[in-house]
Protein backbone atom coordinates (compact mmCIF):
# COMPACT_ATOMS: atom_id res chain seq x y z
CA UNK A 1 0.00 0.00 0.00
CA UNK A 2 1.36 3.21 -0.90
CA UNK A 3 1.45 5.66 1.10
CA UNK A 4 0.53 9.24 0.51
CA UNK A 5 1.00 12.67 2.05
CA UNK A 6 -0.60 15.95 0.89
CA UNK A 7 -1.04 19.59 1.67
CA UNK A 8 -4.20 19.62 4.13
CA UNK A 9 -6.26 19.42 5.48
CA UNK A 10 -9.00 17.39 3.81
CA UNK A 11 -11.30 19.83 1.12
CA UNK A 12 -7.72 21.40 -0.68
CA UNK A 13 -6.92 21.48 -3.63
CA UNK A 14 -4.33 19.38 -3.68
CA UNK A 15 -6.17 16.59 -2.04
CA UNK A 16 -8.35 16.72 -5.38
CA UNK A 17 -5.32 16.48 -6.91
CA UNK A 18 -4.49 13.09 -4.94
CA UNK A 19 -8.42 11.89 -6.19
CA UNK A 20 -7.67 12.39 -9.29
CA UNK A 21 -4.15 10.65 -9.43
CA UNK A 22 -5.01 8.24 -7.22
CA UNK A 23 -9.00 7.54 -6.12
CA UNK A 24 -8.67 6.50 -2.01
CA UNK A 25 -8.79 2.90 -1.98
CA UNK A 26 -6.07 1.18 -0.96
CA UNK A 27 -4.20 4.18 -0.33
CA UNK A 28 -3.00 5.64 3.03
CA UNK A 29 -3.62 9.25 2.46
CA UNK A 30 -2.33 11.90 5.50
CA UNK A 31 -2.70 15.13 5.27
CA UNK A 32 0.34 17.77 5.99
CA UNK A 33 -0.37 21.47 7.19
CA UNK A 34 2.19 22.56 4.99
CA UNK A 35 4.67 21.63 1.72
CA UNK A 36 7.61 21.48 3.41
CA UNK A 37 5.86 19.30 6.15
CA UNK A 38 4.89 16.78 3.54
CA UNK A 39 8.40 17.15 1.56
CA UNK A 40 10.42 16.51 4.92
CA UNK A 41 8.16 13.28 5.80
CA UNK A 42 8.79 12.23 2.57
CA UNK A 43 12.74 12.57 3.00
CA UNK A 44 12.42 11.04 6.31
CA UNK A 45 10.57 7.78 4.76
CA UNK A 46 7.58 7.83 6.88
CA UNK A 47 5.44 8.22 3.81
CA UNK A 48 5.84 7.06 0.37
CA UNK A 49 5.00 9.70 -1.79
CA UNK A 50 3.50 13.46 -1.56
CA UNK A 51 1.52 15.65 -3.63
CA UNK A 52 2.13 18.97 -3.88
CA UNK A 53 1.39 21.98 -5.36
CA UNK A 54 3.82 23.49 -7.84
CA UNK A 55 2.46 25.87 -10.58
CA UNK A 56 -0.65 28.05 -11.31
CA UNK A 57 -1.48 29.64 -14.56
CA UNK A 58 -3.06 32.97 -13.10
CA UNK A 59 0.28 33.90 -9.89
CA UNK A 60 2.81 31.34 -11.28
CA UNK A 61 5.46 28.78 -9.41
CA UNK A 62 3.99 28.35 -5.56
CA UNK A 63 7.39 28.99 -4.14
CA UNK A 64 7.77 26.42 -0.93
CA UNK A 65 7.59 23.63 -3.73
CA UNK A 66 10.46 25.11 -5.72
CA UNK A 67 12.71 25.68 -3.00
CA UNK A 68 12.23 22.39 -0.93
CA UNK A 69 12.59 20.88 -4.41
CA UNK A 70 16.23 23.07 -5.45
CA UNK A 71 17.60 21.89 -1.78
CA UNK A 72 17.85 19.39 0.59
CA UNK A 73 17.77 15.89 0.08
CA UNK A 74 17.10 15.29 -3.64
CA UNK A 75 13.86 14.50 -4.81
CA UNK A 76 12.12 13.12 -7.85
CA UNK A 77 9.04 14.20 -9.83
CA UNK A 78 7.08 10.94 -11.20
CA UNK A 79 3.83 12.64 -11.93
CA UNK A 80 1.56 15.23 -12.73
CA UNK A 81 -1.76 16.55 -12.10
CA UNK A 82 -3.88 19.51 -13.67
CA UNK A 83 -7.01 20.77 -11.66
CA UNK A 84 -8.88 23.24 -12.98
CA UNK A 85 -9.56 25.90 -9.71
CA UNK A 86 -12.97 27.40 -8.96
CA UNK A 87 -13.36 29.18 -5.68
CA UNK A 88 -16.22 30.02 -3.26
CA UNK A 89 -16.81 32.90 -0.79
CA UNK A 90 -17.40 31.06 2.16
CA UNK A 91 -19.18 31.98 5.89
CA UNK A 92 -20.40 30.77 8.83
CA UNK A 93 -24.82 30.82 8.43
CA UNK A 94 -26.21 34.28 9.29
CA UNK A 95 -22.96 36.11 7.67
CA UNK A 96 -23.66 38.81 4.71
CA UNK A 97 -21.09 40.78 2.83
CA UNK A 98 -21.53 43.42 5.00
CA UNK A 99 -20.27 41.69 8.20
CA UNK A 100 -17.13 40.77 6.89
CA UNK A 101 -14.14 42.76 7.80
CA UNK A 102 -11.51 39.85 6.76
CA UNK A 103 -11.23 37.14 4.44
CA UNK A 104 -8.73 34.40 5.36
CA UNK A 105 -6.94 32.37 2.94
CA UNK A 106 -3.95 30.51 0.60
CA UNK A 107 -2.06 33.21 -0.90
CA UNK A 108 -1.76 31.81 -4.53
CA UNK A 109 -6.08 31.57 -4.37
CA UNK A 110 -6.23 35.37 -3.14
CA UNK A 111 -4.17 36.09 -5.82
CA UNK A 112 -6.55 34.45 -8.29
CA UNK A 113 -9.55 36.19 -6.30
CA UNK A 114 -8.23 39.80 -5.61
CA UNK A 115 -10.41 41.67 -8.62
CA UNK A 116 -13.54 40.07 -7.51
CA UNK A 117 -12.74 40.94 -3.55
CA UNK A 118 -11.70 44.95 -4.91
CA UNK A 119 -14.79 44.86 -6.28
CA UNK A 120 -17.42 43.38 -3.76
CA UNK A 121 -15.54 43.71 -0.68
CA UNK A 122 -12.74 46.46 -0.71
CA UNK A 123 -13.16 47.55 2.50
CA UNK A 124 -12.07 43.69 3.65
CA UNK A 125 -8.46 42.82 4.69
CA UNK A 126 -6.44 39.76 3.58
CA UNK A 127 -5.10 36.92 6.12
CA UNK A 128 -3.10 34.37 4.60
CA UNK A 129 -3.55 30.88 5.72
CA UNK A 130 -1.80 27.32 5.13
CA UNK A 131 -4.20 26.47 2.45
CA UNK A 132 -7.58 27.62 1.43
CA UNK A 133 -9.64 24.33 3.34
CA UNK A 134 -7.67 25.78 6.73
CA UNK A 135 -9.04 29.03 6.35
CA UNK A 136 -12.51 27.26 5.92
CA UNK A 137 -11.84 25.06 9.38
CA UNK A 138 -10.93 28.67 11.12
CA UNK A 139 -14.41 30.15 10.00
CA UNK A 140 -15.94 27.65 11.23
CA UNK A 141 -14.09 27.57 14.67
CA UNK A 142 -14.74 30.73 14.69
CA UNK A 143 -10.66 31.50 14.94
CA UNK A 144 -8.46 32.96 12.78
CA UNK A 145 -9.41 36.23 12.77
CA UNK A 146 -11.65 36.32 9.89
CA UNK A 147 -15.23 35.61 8.88
CA UNK A 148 -14.89 34.22 5.34
CA UNK A 149 -12.94 32.41 3.50
CA UNK A 150 -11.93 31.71 0.06
CA UNK A 151 -11.70 28.22 -0.43
CA UNK A 152 -13.34 24.91 -2.56
CA UNK A 153 -17.16 24.18 -2.77
CA UNK A 154 -16.36 20.78 -1.05
CA UNK A 155 -14.12 22.56 1.81
CA UNK A 156 -17.68 25.07 2.65
CA UNK A 157 -19.52 21.35 2.46
CA UNK A 158 -16.98 19.97 4.93
CA UNK A 159 -17.57 23.19 7.30
CA UNK A 160 -20.96 23.63 6.99
CA UNK A 161 -20.34 26.98 5.87
CA UNK A 162 -22.79 28.85 3.93
CA UNK A 163 -21.98 30.07 0.17
CA UNK A 164 -22.26 34.06 -0.47
CA UNK A 165 -20.80 33.82 -3.95
CA UNK A 166 -20.02 31.45 -6.34
CA UNK A 167 -16.98 31.03 -8.70
CA UNK A 168 -15.03 34.00 -7.63
CA UNK A 169 -12.31 33.73 -9.13
CA UNK A 170 -10.83 36.90 -11.65
CA UNK A 171 -9.91 33.96 -14.71
CA UNK A 172 -12.54 31.22 -15.50
CA UNK A 173 -10.21 29.05 -16.62
CA UNK A 174 -7.38 29.08 -14.19
CA UNK A 175 -5.87 25.65 -13.36
CA UNK A 176 -3.20 24.51 -10.95
CA UNK A 177 -0.38 22.04 -11.35
CA UNK A 178 0.49 19.11 -9.17
CA UNK A 179 3.11 17.29 -8.66
CA UNK A 180 3.61 13.94 -7.24
CA UNK A 181 6.69 13.70 -5.66
CA UNK A 182 9.28 10.37 -4.71
CA UNK A 183 12.73 9.65 -3.40
CA UNK A 184 14.83 9.39 -6.40
CA UNK A 185 14.57 5.09 -6.20
CA UNK A 186 12.58 4.72 -9.48
CA UNK A 187 12.08 6.79 -12.56
CA UNK A 188 8.88 6.71 -14.30
CA UNK A 189 10.07 4.87 -18.37
CA UNK A 190 9.62 7.51 -21.22
CA UNK A 191 6.49 7.67 -23.08
CA UNK A 192 6.96 10.16 -25.26
CA UNK A 193 4.62 12.45 -24.29
CA UNK A 194 7.22 13.21 -21.04
CA UNK A 195 8.66 16.34 -19.42
CA UNK A 196 11.50 16.65 -17.03
CA UNK A 197 12.37 18.96 -14.51
CA UNK A 198 15.63 20.32 -13.48
CA UNK A 199 17.44 23.16 -11.36
CA UNK A 200 20.72 24.91 -12.79
CA UNK A 201 23.11 26.72 -10.72
CA UNK A 202 24.73 29.14 -12.58
CA UNK A 203 28.69 29.47 -12.36
CA UNK A 204 29.71 33.11 -10.63
CA UNK A 205 32.74 33.51 -13.06
CA UNK A 206 30.63 32.93 -16.61
CA UNK A 207 29.64 36.33 -17.65
CA UNK A 208 26.03 36.10 -20.08
CA UNK A 209 25.04 32.69 -17.82
CA UNK A 210 20.84 32.58 -19.19
CA UNK A 211 21.98 32.49 -22.54
CA UNK A 212 24.49 29.77 -22.34
CA UNK A 213 22.09 27.62 -20.50
CA UNK A 214 19.38 28.17 -23.15
CA UNK A 215 21.80 27.21 -25.67
CA UNK A 216 22.20 23.58 -24.55
CA UNK A 217 18.02 23.50 -25.24
CA UNK A 218 18.16 25.12 -28.09
CA UNK A 219 20.80 23.37 -29.86
CA UNK A 220 18.87 20.09 -29.71
CA UNK A 221 15.84 21.64 -30.33
CA UNK A 222 14.05 21.15 -27.15
CA UNK A 223 11.31 22.87 -25.98
CA UNK A 224 11.27 24.75 -22.66
CA UNK A 225 7.97 24.92 -20.75
CA UNK A 226 8.25 26.55 -17.77
CA UNK A 227 11.06 28.59 -16.32
CA UNK A 228 11.14 30.07 -12.59
CA UNK A 229 14.69 31.94 -11.20
CA UNK A 230 14.36 31.78 -7.70
CA UNK A 231 16.91 33.22 -5.08
CA UNK A 232 19.61 30.27 -3.92
CA UNK A 233 19.85 32.49 -0.21
CA UNK A 234 22.92 32.86 0.24
CA UNK A 235 23.58 35.86 -1.25
CA UNK A 236 22.61 38.98 -3.00
CA UNK A 237 21.58 38.78 -6.71
CA UNK A 238 22.58 34.51 -6.56
CA UNK A 239 19.51 32.91 -8.14
CA UNK A 240 19.15 29.29 -9.72
CA UNK A 241 16.58 28.46 -12.42
CA UNK A 242 14.16 25.39 -12.07
CA UNK A 243 12.80 24.57 -15.51
CA UNK A 244 10.62 22.10 -17.21
CA UNK A 245 11.48 20.91 -21.19
CA UNK A 246 10.09 18.89 -23.37
CA UNK A 247 11.32 15.06 -23.17
CA UNK A 248 12.60 12.32 -20.81
CA UNK A 249 15.95 11.76 -19.74
CA UNK A 250 16.50 8.71 -21.88
CA UNK A 251 15.69 10.50 -24.72
CA UNK A 252 19.24 11.26 -26.81
CA UNK A 253 18.94 14.71 -27.29
CA UNK A 254 17.45 15.31 -23.34
CA UNK A 255 20.42 13.34 -22.48
CA UNK A 256 23.07 15.39 -24.70
CA UNK A 257 21.61 18.45 -23.30
CA UNK A 258 22.04 17.68 -19.46
CA UNK A 259 25.19 16.60 -20.34
CA UNK A 260 26.23 20.02 -22.04
CA UNK A 261 24.41 21.91 -18.21
CA UNK A 262 26.56 19.75 -16.62
CA UNK A 263 29.77 21.42 -18.37
CA UNK A 264 28.33 25.13 -18.19
CA UNK A 265 26.88 24.87 -15.08
CA UNK A 266 27.75 24.94 -11.13
CA UNK A 267 25.50 22.42 -10.46
CA UNK A 268 22.55 20.62 -12.24
CA UNK A 269 20.06 19.31 -9.70
CA UNK A 270 17.78 16.41 -11.41
CA UNK A 271 14.14 16.68 -10.33
CA UNK A 272 12.51 13.86 -12.57
CA UNK A 273 11.40 13.08 -15.68
CA UNK A 274 7.73 12.11 -15.87
CA UNK A 275 4.20 11.20 -17.80
CA UNK A 276 3.13 15.16 -18.93
CA UNK A 277 -0.22 15.41 -17.53
CA UNK A 278 -1.60 16.81 -21.04
CA UNK A 279 -0.74 14.20 -22.97
CA UNK A 280 0.88 15.80 -26.15
CA UNK A 281 3.02 14.07 -27.79
CA UNK A 282 6.21 15.79 -28.08
CA UNK A 283 7.51 17.23 -31.68
CA UNK A 284 10.92 16.65 -32.44
CA UNK A 285 13.34 17.88 -35.25
CA UNK A 286 14.25 14.52 -36.91
CA UNK A 287 17.77 16.16 -36.98
CA UNK A 288 17.56 15.75 -32.83
CA UNK A 289 15.50 12.14 -33.10
CA UNK A 290 17.33 9.42 -30.97
CA UNK A 291 18.56 8.00 -34.51
CA UNK A 292 19.97 10.70 -35.56
CA UNK A 293 22.24 11.21 -32.28
CA UNK A 294 22.83 7.23 -32.46
CA UNK A 295 23.74 7.48 -36.46
CA UNK A 296 26.24 10.52 -35.84
CA UNK A 297 27.65 8.55 -32.55
CA UNK A 298 28.42 5.46 -34.90
CA UNK A 299 30.31 7.64 -37.22
CA UNK A 300 32.41 9.17 -34.42
CA UNK A 301 33.02 5.83 -32.78
CA UNK A 302 34.08 4.62 -36.42
CA UNK A 303 36.43 7.75 -37.28
CA UNK A 304 37.97 7.00 -34.04
CA UNK A 305 39.29 3.72 -34.58
CA UNK A 306 39.67 3.20 -38.49
CA UNK A 307 39.96 7.51 -39.04
CA UNK A 308 36.82 6.98 -41.53
O1 LIG B 1 -5.00 25.70 -0.42
C1 LIG B 1 -5.27 24.76 -1.18
O2 LIG B 1 -6.40 24.29 -1.31
C2 LIG B 1 -4.21 24.21 -2.01
O3 LIG B 1 -4.30 23.07 -2.41
C3 LIG B 1 -3.03 25.11 -2.38
C4 LIG B 1 -3.26 25.94 -3.64
C5 LIG B 1 -1.90 26.52 -4.18
O4 LIG B 1 -0.85 26.39 -3.58
O5 LIG B 1 -1.95 27.14 -5.27
C6 LIG B 1 -3.77 25.06 -4.71
C7 LIG B 1 -4.64 25.49 -5.65
C8 LIG B 1 -5.18 26.84 -5.66
O6 LIG B 1 -4.54 27.50 -6.71
C9 LIG B 1 -4.94 27.58 -4.38
C10 LIG B 1 -4.15 27.08 -3.40
Redesign the pocket.
Known sequence: MTRYAY?GPEG????MALHAWRPAQGQEQTPFGSVDGALAALRERQIDAAVV?IE?SV?GG?SATLDALASGDPLIVTGEVL?P?TFVLAARAGTTLADIRAVG??S??WA?VRGWAQQHLPDAGYVPAL????AAADVAAGSGGYEAAV??PV?AQNHGLSVLAEDIGDMAQ?V?RFVVVSRPEWLPRPTGRDKTTVVLFQRSDRAGGLVELLEQLSTRGINMTRLDSRPTRESMGSYCFSIDLEGHVADERVGEALMGLRRVCAEVRFVGSYPAANGREVSIDPLTSDDAFAEARDWLDRLRVTGG
Open positions: LTFTQPNEVVITHHAQSTAACAAAT
